[in-house]
């Protein structure tokens, strides 16, 4: 059974830092990229970071890049989100997501098939 568990979020006044952790179990020996996606209250969720399977590369959104940096342990199982400068427009519901077979990381929520529950950042000013 496929699970992805999202951990790390919480409260953090702007220009702080948090480190989202995603761990993904029953996909071993699968393929598969990761990507994190977050959903603020009334919007749409949106793409903010994904990396390959082999962590050889790795993409962002604008709003992010600079500030955010996904990263993928050896084990491949274990995907971090670390966020720096935080800003009150960064408060959402940040979920994992895992991308089967996919080579390269992906910014198409679609394209992915397993979600995790999601973990709450919240930036106050």
């Known amino acids: 059974q496929v699970q992805l568990v999202e951990s790390g979020g919480g409260l953090v006044q702007a220009g702080g830092s948090l480190t989202l952790s995603c761990a993904a179990s029953g996909l071993s020996y699968r393929t598969y990229a990761v990507g994190w996606f977050r959903q603020a209250p009334g919007k749409e969720r949106e793409f903010v970071a994904a990396?390959?399977?082999?962590?050889?590369?790795?993409i962002y959104a604008d709003s992010v890049k600079g500030r955010f940096t996904i990263s993928r342990d050896s084990g491949e199982s274990m995907v971090s989100l670390l966020m720096n400068s935080l800003k009150p427009e960064d408060t959402a519901l940040y979920y994992c997501?895992?991308?089967?077979?996919?080579?390269?990381?992906?910014?198409?929520?679609?394209?992915?098939?397993?979600w995790g529950q999601g973990t709450q950042v919240t930036v106050s000013s």
């Open positions: 997501a895992a991308d089967l077979g996919a080579v390269r990381p992906r910014t198409t929520e679609y394209e992915y098939d397993y």
């Open positions: 990396i390959s399977y082999s962590r050889s590369s790795a």
